[in-house]
């Protein structure tokens, strides 16, 4: 899997996920205003005719950037499966047993049948028999209790739900803008 660069706004607040190459080019641009981290990556050039040394870019693994700061960017984040089962921790909000990917559904608090939205605040973590159990019934008529408050993540909690592989670097970047909310990584 290819490295994936944090990038930053120049407000320093986490905006997205970018590959080597987009990075490499805002390094060319010089649209880079302040880096986090050892070098995360080395990108290596074409050689000089005049000197005969390559060309080297070292890349750190968080970048901020020139840009304006939009508050479309600090928008709530899209609600997806991975990321809701990952803000769960994997685990079923209703039994509190821990289940892999395939074994877990995302389920309606209140259920769409009955008015329910597809959001973060509405959404959890469920077991395959739970949700079953549960139906087109709110928790209370169910007789279940939810064993987590749903919370919507913040732009950095979201993007450490959206990234599995995130460097030490990043991480202690990202964690500086959790909540209390996030407090299992």
């Given amino acids: 899997m290819q490295a994936q660069i944090l990038r930053l706004n120049k407000a ?5 996920w970018i590959g080597l190459e987009t990075a490499a080019c805002l390094y060319s641009k010089e649209q880079i205003i302040w880096t986090y981290g050892n070098t995360s990556v080395s990108l290596h050039g074409g050689f000089s005719r005049i000197t005969g040394k390559q060309s080297v870019l070292d890349i750190a693994p968080v970048i901020a950037t020139e ?9 709530v984040p899209r609600l997806c499966n991975r990321s809701l089962f990952r803000r769960d921790n994997y685990l079923c909000m209703y039994c509190g047993k821990s289940f892999g990917r395939s074994e877990l559904t995302c389920d309606h608090v209140m259920p769409r049948a009955r008015g329910g939205k597809d959001t973060w605040m509405n959404c959890v ?3 395959k028999s739970c ?3 549960k139906g087109c019934r709110t928790p209370e008529e169910a007789g279940m209790q939810l064993i987590a408050i749903p919370f ?4 950095a909690e979201y993007l450490a739900l959206a990234n599995r592989n995130i ?4 991480m ?3 964690m500086k803008g959790f909540s209390k ?3 299992r990584f």
Avoid: S, T
């Fill in 152 to 155: 919507c993540p913040n732009k």
């Fill in 125 to 127: 973590a469920a077991c």
């Fill in 181 to 183: 909310n996030m407090n």
């Fill in 67 to 75: 840009g304006r700061v939009h508050a479309k960017d600090m928008r």
């Fill in 12 to 16: 320093g607040q986490a905006m997205e």
């Fill in 172 to 174: 202690d970047f990202l």
């Fill in 167 to 170: 460097l030490v670097d990043q």
């Fill in 131 to 133: 949700n079953n159990f």
